[in-house]
């Protein structure tokens, strides 16, 4: 019972560094196929901290599913889909396989999607690099705050500081062709910075 408490508490932790929704954030007439994201990338940066020197293992990004390792290389699957809103491409992603070893607590980006929840990142490939960017969760409690957010949202009474959006997709694509270039709602200190395997 210890270890259910301090799993559910260590999610409600987590889940608050990204922006959650109960609604997937594209419509079906969105959805890409990214094949060029497909295959194993190294981790430069994660969450904007330099990675390179802790030996994180590669992440495989496959069509649906991204095997996920954080410094520590616990394991993470997150399910993913891919869609455009113009020329700029996107994933959203919830939680897919924990890890399966029983005596390790999942990492920090499958936990994020554990709640039946979907969050989202924008993903840019440079090259040989790839960058992925989280919504800044900081910044829309800021425009909650000043009461400036047009997305319809909720505060569960179980949790004191995280929020999770109840907009349906249509009006997040509207947000996120206003949005999708803004560096205050997609913030490069959140970033994830990868280079292709062997190159």
């Known amino acids: 019972m210890k270890k259910i408490v301090l799993l559910f508490t260590f999610l409600l932790v987590v889940s608050g560094c990204y922006v959650q929704s109960l609604n997937v954030f594209y419509t079906k007439d969105l959805v ?56 700029d491409l996107f994933m959203d992603f919830t939680a897919g396989r924990m890890t399966e070893d029983k005596h390790y607590y999942p990492n920090i980006y499958w936990a994020a999607g554990v709640l039946p929840c979907h969050s989202l990142c924008r993903v840019d490939i440079k090259g040989n690099g790839l960058i992925i960017t989280p919504l800044d969760y900081d910044w829309f409690v800021e425009k909650i705050e000043k009461n400036q957010l047009p997305l319809r949202y909720i505060k569960p009474n179980y ?39 062997g190159i």
């Open 32 to 87: 890409v196929s990214a094949p060029e994201i497909l295959g194993e990338w190294d981790s430069v940066i994660q969450l904007g901290k330099d990675v390179r020197g802790m030996k994180v293992r590669p992440w495989k990004f496959g069509e649906n599913t991204i095997e996920t390792y954080d410094g520590e290389n616990k394991f993470g699957e997150l399910e993913v889909v891919y869609f455009k809103v113009g020329e």
């Open 159 to 197: 949790s004191s500081s995280n929020y999770v959006f109840i907009a349906d997709s249509s009006e997040w694509i509207k947000f996120l062709k206003k949005y999708s270039r803004d560096t205050s709602v997609f913030n490069p200190k959140r970033r994830f910075v990868f280079k292709r395997k």
